[in-house]
């Protein structure tokens, strides 16, 4: 997302529903591959499309909406992923990239 990108973990916890959207259909074949098959090399093409979709949704965030993501994010890191401590950050990112 730039020089100043946060840890990836507030990224993903910034962008969780925009994740969860677009990537529910890959991420539910993956687990149920999982589930059935406790080999991991069994589940390698649902475990690649899910990063893939994973991927495309994190450059496309950061394309559209690249300074919210990122002020969202480094709220969430600095204020321990506190939802409720970064309303302001979370309305602008929401408003630049909606679901």
Do not use: I, W
């Not at 149920?32 to 899910?50: F, H, I, N, T, V």
């Amino acid at each position: 997302m730039g020089d100043h990108d946060v840890p990836t973990s507030s990224v993903l916890f910034a962008v969780h529903k925009h994740l969860q959207q677009r990537c529910a259909g890959k991420t539910a074949a993956f687990l149920a591959c999982k589930k059935s098959d406790q080999d991991p090399e069994k589940c390698l093409k649902e475990g690649a499309a899910m990063t893939g979709c994973m991927v495309e949704v994190l450059r496309d965030l950061k394309g559209k909406c690249g300074d919210e993501t990122n002020a969202y994010a480094a709220c969430l890191d600095y204020r321990s992923n506190q939802f409720e401590k970064c309303r302001a950050e979370q309305q602008a990112f929401e408003s630049k990239c909606p679901l």
